[in-house]
């Protein structure tokens, strides 16, 4: 069955670096786009960013610049390299896979 594993998530100073990766199995990854969505407490979930099968990749405005979705097909994973952080990207990043495929999340805490 589909399976999404997220990792790297932590606590990490404002100005900051963390990449989180998502291990993805159970179906012929590089057919599939591939999502980071968040959610921060009393928020509702937010796409983040998204790459899709022809490594085409989109940012929410609030991360353009500072966010880099990328991914190893030969891997069956996807990334998510986060610089610049600041306290509002705390929350709790998701990956996914359409259509309703859903990792369990990991934690981003940007404080100082």
């Known amino acids: 069955q589909v399976q999404l594993v997220e990792s790297g998530g932590g606590l990490v100073q404002p100005g900051g670096s963390l990449t989180l990766s998502c291990a993805a199995s159970?179906?012929?990854?590089?057919?599939?786009?591939m999502s980071w969505y968040r959610q921060a407490p009393g928020k509702e979930r937010e796409l983040v960013a998204s790459?899709?099968?022809?490594?085409?990749?989109e940012y929410a405005d609030s991360v353009k610049g500072r966010f880099t979705i990328t991914r190893d097909n030969a891997k069956d994973r996807v990334y998510l390299q986060m610089n610049a952080l600041k306290p509002e990207d705390t929350a709790v990043y998701y990956c996914?896979?359409?259509?309703?495929?859903w990792g369990q999340g990991t934690q981003v805490t940007v404080s100082s």
């Open positions: 996914y896979r359409p259509v309703a495929y």
């Open positions: 159970g179906f012929n990854f590089k057919n599939y786009d």
């Open positions: 790459i899709d099968y022809l490594n085409k990749a």
